[in-house]
């Protein structure tokens, strides 16, 4: 299947630093690609919507200034976690998906481990 | 609100025995319903379900379907070590561009 990068997979900053998270398509085209959040135990809450191109769609609750995106590219978005605190620490998981085939070919990255000290 | 409930959260079970996983929601507009399996890092994508009562198959995997009473099940059988993760159940909606999560079950298969 399709593959997504994600870099880096684990990130400790300093409170109050800016730590910036990508995501790739590495062999396909996306344009559309997604960023979830995961706490422990929980579920994957889907933060916002980046389309190439455009500005992303943030789902409710989510400040779209502290959480960066930039889908400057069809292979490349990114995560920038503006002025980070310990409470912003989590896992990250960015999803692309092809064309606009449904769910099925929604593929995901790794994951990014941020914590925030 | 919409929720997707899965059941159980965690679940020790040994190699060879079968296993079933639940997943039950309550959306409106209900479009599809998707089995993941996340191990350490990204989930990977295991089935996505649209009608009730045809059972998906992958192998020693099957999952199947019942939009009247609104679940899924997701079946194991004779399991391995390699089973061993966490299993999303997803839903999407008409509409909207979201995957809804639930809380994941922890499966854990001991030698």
């Known amino acids: 299947g399709a593959v997504v990068s994600q870099h880096p997979s684990r990130v400790i900053c300093k409170s109050g630093t800016s730590v910036k998270i990508e995501c790739r398509s590495l062999d396909f085209q996306a344009t559309t690609m997604f960023w979830y959040r995961q706490f422990p135990k929980k579920s994957l809450m889907l933060m916002a919507t980046s389309n190439e191109g455009s500005k992303a769609t943030y789902e409710q609750g989510v400040e779209k200034d502290k959480f960066l995106i930039n889908h400057a590219s069809l292979t490349l978005s990114t995560l920038t976690v503006t002025s980070a605190h310990p409470e912003d620490s989590s896992f990250y998981i960015c999803?692309?998906?092809?064309?606009?085939?449904?769910?099925?070919?929604?593929?995901f990255g790794q994951g990014t481990r941020l914590t925030v000290v | 609100e919409d929720k997707v409930v899965q059941s159980p959260l965690s679940l020790v079970v040994h190699e060879g025995d079968t296993v079933t996983l639940n997943c039950s929601y309550e959306v409106t507009n209900f479009r599809s319903l998707l089995w993941y399996k996340q191990e350490k890092k990204a989930p990977t994508f295991l089935f996505m379900l649209?009608?009730?009562?045809i059972e998906k198959k992958s192998g020693r995997l099957s999952s199947i379907l019942d939009k009247k009473e609104l679940f899924s099940i997701l079946n194991i059988t004779a399991t391995q070590t390699g089973d061993s993760a966490v299993y999303l159940c997803a839903l999407t909606q008409g509409g909207s561009e979201k995957l809804v999560f639930g809380k994941g079950t922890k499966l854990t298969v001991n030698p």
């Open positions: 649209t009608s009730s009562g």
């Open positions: 999803s692309a998906r092809v064309g606009t085939r449904g769910y099925a070919e929604a593929f």
